[in-house]
């Protein structure tokens, strides 16, 4: 997929500085580090914040949420890419950040978003990069999107307790889930493959994210 031109001139180098920190802190995929470089995360968060996009942190982006951490989304993307899949579930748009970097890969996108604003404001970011093969839904994501499973990736952008059955349920045999699970403070990056005898669960690093939250805000 190739973003419309004229976004994204600002900030070659700073981007390029990004990718390299990556690296070297052991994201090795060609095809996750190009799509860091080429998706302009400055676009996903406030313009006050703009200056600090390229920096490898979360930002705010209303509503109590964040834009997560890039070392953490080009991780999560490079656990996905493994299993390559071609649909792929996400809970948690949020900005649409992780939503437009998925997309950039080709894969096709189904996300969901409990909050409302957050949903309309990714869905009209996504559209003015003009980035396809992205369906968004207001909905709680930890249902799942049961119309379109099974899905041979989903990504969980929020910190669940659990790990929602119905997700497990409507991932396809090979296919894999990358979710954090935990409390509040600390969760322990999950892999969840599932092939024809069940579920097998892989723990990879502590990271920290937002709540999963029960129901919608409008
Ligand atoms: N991938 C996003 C991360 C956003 S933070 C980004 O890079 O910007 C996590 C997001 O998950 C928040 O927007 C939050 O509202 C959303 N969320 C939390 N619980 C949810 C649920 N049950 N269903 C759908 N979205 C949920």
Request: aromatic share 6%; proline share 5%.
């Amino acid at each position: 997929m190739s973003l419309r031109k004229g976004i994204g001139m600002t900030s070659e180098r700073t981007r390029r500085r990004l990718t390299e920190r990556l690296e070297e802190a052991g994201i090795s995929s060609p095809r996750v580090l190009d799509a860091i470089l080429s998706v302009p995360r400055h676009l996903f968060v406030d313009e006050a914040l703009s200056h600090r996009a390229y920096e490898d942190t979360a930002l705010p982006i209303g509503h109590n949420q964040t834009i997560s951490q890039p070392y953490i989304v080009a991780l999560m993307t490079q656990f996905l890419l493994e299993v390559a899949p071609k649909r792929v579930l996400e809970v948690g748009t949020g900005s649409g950040y992780q939503t437009a970097i998925l997309a950039f890969l080709n894969l096709r996108v189904f996300t969901v978003e409990r909050v409302a604003g957050l949903a309309e404001r990714a869905r009209g970011r996504l559209k003015q990069l003009g980035v396809r093969g992205v369906r968004f839904h207001h909905a709680d994501g930890s249902i799942g999107w049961t119309s379109e499973e099974p899905f041979d990736g989903v990504i969980v952008t929020a910190g669940a307790r659990e790990i929602p059955s119905a997700l497990k349920e409507q991932l396809a045999i090979g296919g894999r889930m990358v979710i954090p699970v935990g409390n509040t403070d600390n969760q322990a990056l999950t892999l969840v493959d599932r092939d024809q005898n069940g579920w097998h669960e892989t723990i990879k690093e502590n990271v920290r994210f937002v709540p999963l939250m029960p129901g919608l805000e409008i």
